[in-house]
């Protein structure tokens, strides 16, 4: 079987491709930079480009579609939707040119919005920035697609906030924060936060594409059971083996601190590291149902401690 991903240069791709390699499947990468670590299957070319991913795609089993446009300072905006939802119908219309019946697409919790009581599959879509809805408007097209082709197979995956070794995400800098020993712990911190360990989200793109080989299939993806922001403080001490004070501050006192930075960051005309915006984040609850894929028969190789302590002794203790 031959695998291509589209995309896979990146973060998520890189380990998924190093997961692929130990089969027996053909690999090839298709992705707008060089991959640094795969450069010989790697083709240089972008998903806006729909004659060059005819070309390449030929004699290809399973896509896999990872290239997305998900930074949060994309500009201009319609990027997101260049990339996010006409990279899709370019991918889809090369992949009837060869005759490719099976993708599988990795999509994001970001379909369901805001202050969402811990939505599953069947949640209503109500995105609230440009990378959400173009993400939406990605699987409406997969979804209309399967409409007329319907002996097609599409897997959709839908992560929460992936972490792991080399990756500078929003969890990397949150772990970096409370173990540099000048964390302050605004609120209760009974709060949980939904993550994924990329070890085990491509782990599941792998079940994905051996597994799930017909239908129309989509899944959030979460490794359970959450962690609450005590909880993680307390895994972070014991890893690390530091001590991290829990003094924990009111939220009507981190609000205030925040609403300072705002006020700075707007007389000075600079972004700075502290918003109401992210306090107020920092403090909710964020969690998604991984109920659907608990059932399917995939077993997460790492439990969410496993995968923590890994990125951790990785980047802040080695």
Request: charged share 20%.
């Amino acid at each position: 079987m031959k695998i291509t991903i589209i995309g896979g240069s990146g973060f998520v791709g890189t380990r998924l491709l190093k997961l692929l390699e130990e089969s027996s499947c053909t690999l090839q990468n298709i992705d707008k930079r060089q991959s640094l670590s795969y450069p010989k299957i790697t083709t240089v070319a972008n998903v806006l480009d729909k004659e060059k991913l005819v070309s390449s795609l030929a004699g290809t089993d399973v896509v896999v579609l990872l290239a997305a446009e998900h930074r949060d300072d994309v500009s201009p905006v319609s990027l997101y939707y260049d990339v996010n939802v006409g990279g899709m119908r370019n991918t889809l219309k090369a992949m009837e040119a060869n005759g490719i019946k099976r993708i599988v697409f990795t999509s994001s919790v970001a379909v369901y919005g805001l202050n969402k009581k811990c939505p599953d599959e069947n949640h209503p879509a109500d995105p609230f920035n440009h990378y959400g809805k173009s993400k939406w408007e990605a699987e409406q097209v997969l979804q209309k697609w399967y409409q007329t082709h319907s002996d097609w197979n599409i897997n959709i995956i839908r992560p929460t906030v992936i972490f792991g070794e080399h990756n500078r995400g929003n969890v990397y800098n949150l772990l970096r924060q409370i173990s540099s020993g000048k964390f302050l712990m605004v609120g209760n911190g009974n709060n949980k936060k939904s993550m994924a360990y990329v070890g085990n989200i491509v782990a599941f793109l792998e079940f994905l594409i051996t597994e799930k080989t017909a239908g129309y299939n989509v899944y959030n993806y979460v490794d359970q059971p959450d962690f609450t922001m005590n909880e993680l403080v307390e895994h972070v001490s014991k890893v690390l083996k530091i001590h991290i004070p829990t003094t924990h501050f009111p939220l009507w006192l981190g609000m205030s601190g925040g609403y300072c930075f705002d006020l700075l960051a707007f007389l000075s005309r600079r972004k700075q590291t502290i918003s109401s915006v992210r306090v107020k984040k920092f403090c909710a609850t964020t969690q998604f149902s991984g109920e659907k894929m608990l059932q399917s028969g995939f077993k997460a190789p790492y439990t969410l401690g496993e995968g923590l302590a890994k990125t951790l002794e990785f980047e802040f203790y080695n």
